[in-house]
Nanobody, 116 residues
């Protein structure tokens, strides 16, 4: 089985930065991609950024382009989300996702709150 552990959420003022981290453990062979989603109560879980494992191709939601960067960590099966120039509308619970073959595993979520 695969497990994800997220860290790095918290409270920050608008304009500030946070880095989220997600570490995968277990049977992570043949990882296809990892991604970050976010969700606010009453809304869908939306893609923030993704990265494929073989060629490190990245994709971003339009709302975060130029401010957020997703990248693989030095530790195996780790991904980070560097969030700069944070805005109050970035406030949400952020979830890590790993895709291994046809299997998708979600993390438990980490709260990011941006005050104005």
């Amino acid at each position: 089985q695969v497990q994800l552990v997220e860290s790095g959420g918290g409270l920050v003022q608008a304009g500030g930065s946070l880095r989220l981290s997600c570490a995968a453990s277990g049977r992570t062979f043949y990882t296809y991609a990892m991604a970050w989603f976010r969700q606010v109560p009453g809304s869908d879980r939306d893609l923030v950024a993704s990265i494929t494992w073989d060629d490190e191709n990245t994709e971003y939601a339009d709302s975060v382009k130029g401010r957020f960067t997703i990248f693989r960590g030095d530790a195996e099966n780790t991904v980070h989300l560097q969030m700069n120039s944070l805005k109050p509308e970035d406030t949400a619970t952020y979830y890590c996702l790993i895709i291994i073959g046809e299997t998708r595993v979600w993390g438990q979520g980490t709260q990011v709150t941006v005050s104005s």
